[in-house]
């Protein structure tokens, strides 16, 4: 089997149906992210074929300077940005949605260790994360949901270190209190 | 909330498991690609290449133009109709450079 550089050759000499291989191997980590800031299904597959379409655009720009799953996940970023802003403007014109009863059990309990499975904090931070702007939000999920450092965030969304840094202490901010007011609603 | 109950929260989002693509996705893509390709070549030209595209023609249409304003000055020549550079010289001659003009 050969490795993303060789692949990425053969597309580049004409060979388009290797760019299915490049997909299979990239896919679960584009629907990874893009699950991170979109819970419907079928949008997720609409995004991550979108990134795939733009990543296909971009391979003429790909110098393989850095690994290609970083290349693509910058994309993938990218992607979700647009979106999120997309929807930011619609979220306006409609109503909050409701939590479950597992997670509205859990944003009431005083109990730290009390159990909360992924789907139910996915929707509180679903629901919070609206109070944040669409770069806020990306911020916030990289660094404290997937762990990414504060270098690839910068690369992601075209900020400093320093500006990231900043960002990351006032969406965390933003959050709480909008955590704070789900308890109280 | 508290920094514990935020970091709880964290850590039980990441556990979530993510949306799995369908079994054609990659397929999918390949016929988006490939769509893509098909599309006309001048939409995914800059403005300047779109340019350079049409140079020739653009080359044409001024070379034709130059051609008519020719034909059309020589005809005006041969049926005595004075033309600009006629006028230009008769205000030279006849005033500009007399020696009450300017």
């Not at chain 1, 944003?107 to 139910?120: F, H, I, P, Y």
Request: net charge neutral.
């Amino acid at each position: 089997m050969s490795d993303d550089a060789e692949l990425l050759e053969r597309i580049r000499n004409g060979a388009t149906d290797d760019f299915a291989e490049i997909v299979r191997r990239h896919q679960s980590r584009v629907f990874a992210i893009l699950h991170r800031y979109e819970r419907d299904a079928q949008k997720v597959e609409d995004l991550a074929q979108e990134t795939f379409v733009k990543v296909w655009r971009a391979l003429g720009q790909f110098d393989g300077r850095a690994p290609f799953e970083h290349w693509i996940s910058k994309i993938t970023v990218r992607t979700a940005l647009d979106h999120l802003r997309k929807e930011k403007r619609r979220q306006n014109e409609i109503g909050l949605p409701e939590l479950g009863e597992d997670a509205l059990d859990w944003l009431r309990s005083d109990n730290e260790k009390s159990e909360l499975d992924g789907r139910a904090a996915a929707e509180i931070l679903e629901l919070a994360m609206r109070e944040l702007s669409p770069t806020d939000r990306v911020v916030i999920t990289m660094q404290e949901i997937e762990g990414r450092s504060v270098k690839e965030i910068s690369a992601a969304i075209g900020s400093s270190g320093v500006a990231v840094r900043v960002r990351v202490l006032r969406a965390r901010a933003k959050l709480k209190s909008a955590l704070e007011k789900l308890v109280k609603l | 909330m508290n920094e514990q109950k935020l970091k709880k929260l964290f850590e039980a989002a990441w556990s979530e498991t993510a949306t799995t693509p369908s079994v054609d996705f990659a397929a999918g893509v390949l016929r988006a690609v490939r769509r893509e390709k098909q599309t006309p070549l001048r939409e995914t030209l800059s403005a300047f290449d779109q340019l350079n595209l049409l140079f020739p023609k653009l080359a044409c249409a001024a070379a034709a133009m130059i051609v008519l304003g020719l034909a059309a000055d020589f005809a005006l020549t041969v049926a005595g109709v004075p033309n600009l550079s006629d006028g230009v010289s008769q205000i030279s001659a006849q005033w500009l450079l007399m020696p009450g003009g300017l």
